[in-house]
Nanobody
């Protein structure tokens, strides 16, 4: 069974950058759409970005569009999310998830079958 582990979170000052990693074991990430989600304190979990299995298609939601880049290294079984110009509203737990359908690019949680445990991102001065 595919298992996902996120890393790269931490405390960052506003305006800083982070690169989050999502690494898989127990299967090949190359077979899946990978999505990044985040849950801010007091808010529901929301989709952030996604990338197709081939890496040729990507999707970014409005809160991070123009500030983020998602990429994947299939031989390394890893997907990355780079977020720049971080703002306090980016604070939250960031999760990656794997979905087998292309439609998962649209970041509907129902299309994702495997989830990581999350990594905390805190943006604060």
């Amino acid at each position: 069974q595919l298992q996902l582990v996120e890393s790269g979170g931490g405390l960052v000052q506003p305006g800083g950058s982070l690169r989050l990693s999502c690494t898989a074991s127990g299967g090949s990430l190359a077979d899946y759409v990978i999505g990044w989600f985040r849950k801010a304190p007091g808010k529901e979990r929301e989709g952030v970005s996604s990338i197709s299995a081939s890496g040729l298609s990507t999707n970014y939601e409005a809160p991070v569009k123009e500030r983020s880049r998602i990429s994947r290294d299939n031989p390394m079984n890893t997907v990355y999310l780079q977020v720049n110009n971080l703002i306090p509203e980016d604070t939250g737990v960031y999760y990656c998830a794997a979905g087998s359908k292309f439609a998962a690019l649209l970041l509907d949680e129902i299309d994702f079958s495997s989830w990581g445990q999350g990594t905390q991102v805190t943006v604060s001065s």
